[in-house]
Structure formats: C-alpha cells, structure tokens
C-alpha cells in the first residue's frame, strides 16, 4: 500500500469512529417505524455477535433486493455444507426480514465500516469467507477481511460507469484499498467485467457468471391460493409494487384516471416501506375512497375487489398473484427501480418509470422481448397502462415473454457455489469442504 492510500485509510478510520455512533443511532431513528432492531441494533457496532470457533461463511446483503438474490445461493451453499455455518448479514430491516427465509441460514445485521466494528465482527464470527452481493465495496471491511485472513467474493457483481469513474478520479487508493482485497469477481454481464478490470481487478480473479437476480424461486404455492381468488374477481387488477415516497399518489391518481374507461379495475398497492401504507391510507381517505388492508383482510376470501394495500412483510407471491399486470415503484422516484425479474418469474408483465439505473440491463432485455415496458412520464404510464389492461390477451402474451427472459437468464446460483466450493476446497478450515464441493456445484 502506498504512501497516499495509507494515509487515507487512517483519516478514514478517525471519521468513521466518530461517526459510527450518531450513524447507528440514525439508522435506528430512521427505521423506527419498521419492527425494532431490537438486540442486533448493538450489531452495528459489532458487539452482540454471537462467537463460533469453527468460523462461517457469510453472505452479505445490503438490503431487501440483494437479500432475496442471495437467498438461492445461501440455502443451495448451507444445503451442500451442513458442517459450515451459514451466515447472512444486512442493514436493514426489510433485508433481514427478506433474509430470514432462508433455509439453513443465520441472519445478522451487518456492521458499519468502522475499523472497531468490522474487527469485533471478525473476531466473533471468524468468518473463512465473504461473499458479497452486488457491489458493496467498503474500505474498512475489505481490510479488516484481509487482516482475518477471510477472502471475499463478490457475486452478481455490478459495476456503473458513473460510480467506476469516480473510483477512477483516485487510482491509487482504489486500487490499494478495493481491488487488490477482491479474491474473485463474479460479474453480472461482460460490461461488469470490463469495469472492474479498469478498476485494477486481476483478469484471473474475475469471470462473468451472470445475475444472481434471474436465479429466483417461486413461491408457488402462495401464487396458486391468491391465482385462484384472482379468478374469482371481475374485470382487470392493476398491481403497484414497492412503491417509494411520492409514487403512491402517482399511482392513485392514475388508477383513478384509469377507472373512467375500465369501471371495474382493482388495485393491489404494495409499498415499500410502512411509511408509504400509511402515504397511501391518508390519501385515499382524503378522497373518501374505500380500501382494504391486507393485514385486516384475513384469508383475503371477503375481498370483492377495488382496492387492497399491501401492509405485510413475506407475501408477495400472494399480491403478484391477485394481479394481471404490474407497476414496478422506485422508479418514478430518485431510487433506481426494483427486480421486474421478481414479476417475470409469474409470468407478469411490468410497467416502469424511466430511474431505472439499478436494474437497467434486465430492463433493457425484457423491454426488447416485449415482457417489460418502460415510460418517461406520468401520463405515459397512464396510457400504457391503457393499453395493457384493455387488451388481456397482449397484457398475457407480455408476462410470458418476460417469464422466458427470467428463465433464459437462470445459471448464476450454481456458477458461484463452483467457484465458492473450488476455494473452500483449498481452505483448510473447513474440512468437510472437499466432500461438500461436489455437492454443492450440483
């Protein structure tokens, strides 16, 4: 490490330390709305862990999005490794709660990147391996795992242009404090691939093995109980899901629009967070118009139709069930879009706003298979809403088109457990590593 780097990452430990309190405690305020932190609110700081000699494997998921990706490949890794503890670790409450799902698998909350944290989090958990989801390139955490001896992966691998050349601006440092602590890349797509090479990624520690996105399991058995009261309902069901602040208005106000030429269209508004629940029931009460809460509806047999808000963690195979056609939220707002892949997998075709920037190469396949379709503006999405619903044969056509792309697009799980297994193999932590190997690449 040069001169410059060093000197970086020592200011960057002072800030960190000073900050790492107040953080905590925002985090914590901000989502005070959501269930508690509880206990694993001291995770962030990096103490309540609990202590394992044998060491684990940790996934780490940022939040909700990459906690569902990572989810295959946890429980297919904790499956072929029944001796290794699986560990998932988020930030948020909503990716816990995401990650809580999986089989075989602990959840944690991840610690903030100062350097007392992330060394507490590797000395109570003596984690072997790293395997981050997505792009979460932290300074202190990717030092404190060379220090343990711990390699770290990166799986689904991303990389923006945007965010590559504000690395860039900085060689050095990047080079000194992210690149050269990466063991392997796995890369999403081969523009990934080309970025983390300019980033200063070895050529031999990165491959591209796809998204782990595309890699979802269908929970078909709460998508065939909500298919069939779906059936049961007249006229068409517009869904809006993971909707952020401001969206669930835009939402509102055009379904309303759309009512005047299809009278008998439901909505299932599904927002993000519990802050858009009660968005959403302010405004509709405002307008004097009727809706159900999901989590006063029971087994959802009473609901007759119009609208439903989703207000319940865990179900959304149930919501994409009730539906014909999807809004995919984030998108009207400065957040970058949700997994239209998420939808696709049921076959649904998804409609979204032109913030895009966090899933725009699977935007852009569905778009051009017709399975996915992407407007600009409020009053576009009204007309192509129009459009779809009134046409339930196209609307139909389109969720299998996307369905296709999903399934095409599947490989990613079972190319990263080969090249997890393939290290672990060589790690002589983990014993039962080389019969597991085998196992896990199946």
């Avoid at 269209?265 to 004097?288: D, M, Q, T, W």
């Avoid at 895009?356 to 051009?368: D, P, S, V």
Wanted: overall charge positive.
């Amino acid at each position: 490490m040069n001169t410059g780097s060093a000197l970086f990452l020592l200011c960057y430990r002072a800030a960190t330390a000073l900050a790492a309190l107040p953080g905590a405690c925002y985090l914590a305020w901000r989502r005070r709305a959501d269930p508690p932190y509880g206990r694993q609110f001291w995770q962030l700081l990096g103490y309540g862990y609990p202590r394992d000699r044998r060491g684990c494997v940790v996934f780490h998921a940022a939040s909700m999005g990459e906690a569902n990706a990572v989810r295959p490949l946890a429980e297919r890794f904790a499956a072929a490794h029944p001796g290794i503890r699986t560990v998932i670790t988020t930030l948020t409450t909503t990716g816990r709660n995401a990650a809580a799902r999986a089989k075989g698998a602990n959840v944690l909350i991840a610690p903030l990147d100062s350097r007392c944290a992330c060394r507490r989090f590797f000395r109570a958990l003596k984690p072997r391996l790293l395997v981050i989801t997505d792009t979460e390139l932290w300074p202190e955490k990717l030092c404190s795992a060379r220090k343990a001896r711990c390699p770290v992966i990166i799986v689904s691998a991303r990389m923006q242009e945007r965010n590559l050349q504000a690395y860039l601006r900085h060689p050095l440092l990047s080079r000194d404090l992210l690149a050269s602590n990466l063991e392997r890349v796995l890369c999403a797509s081969p523009e990934d691939r080309e970025r983390f090479l300019r980033l200063g990624v070895p050529e031999d520690r990165t491959e591209v093995t796809g998204s782990l996105k595309y890699d979802l399991t269908p929970d078909t058995r709460r998508f065939e109980a909500s298919r069939a009261l779906r059936r049961a309902l007249k006229g068409p069901v517009l869904g809006a899901v993971s909707t952020h602040g401001g969206e669930e208005g835009l939402i509102i106000r055009v379904f309303e629009r759309l009512r005047r030429s299809l009278p008998s269209l439901s909505l299932v508004l599904v927002p993000r967070h519990k802050s858009g629940v009660s968005a959403a029931a302010k405004i509709l009460e405002s307008r004097h118009r009727e809706f159900t809460l999901r989590s006063a509806a029971g087994d959802l047999s009473g609901f007759q139709g119009g609208i439903l808000i989703g207000d319940t963690m865990g179900e959304i195979a149930l919501y994409f069930g009730l539906c014909d056609l999807v809004f995919m939220g984030g998108s009207f707002a400065d957040i970058g879009g949700h997994n239209p892949l998420e939808p696709a997998c049921y076959a649904i075709a998804s409609v979204t706003g032109p913030e895009i920037r966090n899933f725009r190469e699977e935007y852009q396949r569905l778009a051009a298979s017709g399975g996915a379709f992407i407007v600009k503006t409020e009053d576009a999405l009204y007309q192509e809403l129009l459009r779809l619903l009134t046409h339930p044969d196209a609307c139909l056509a389109a969720g299998k088109r996307a369905q296709e792309v999903q399934q095409t697009g599947r490989g990613a799980v079972a190319r990263s457990l080969e090249v997890i297994d393939s290290l672990l193999a060589r790690h002589p932590h983990f014993p039962e590593a080389q019969t597991g190997a085998a196992s896990g690449a199946s």
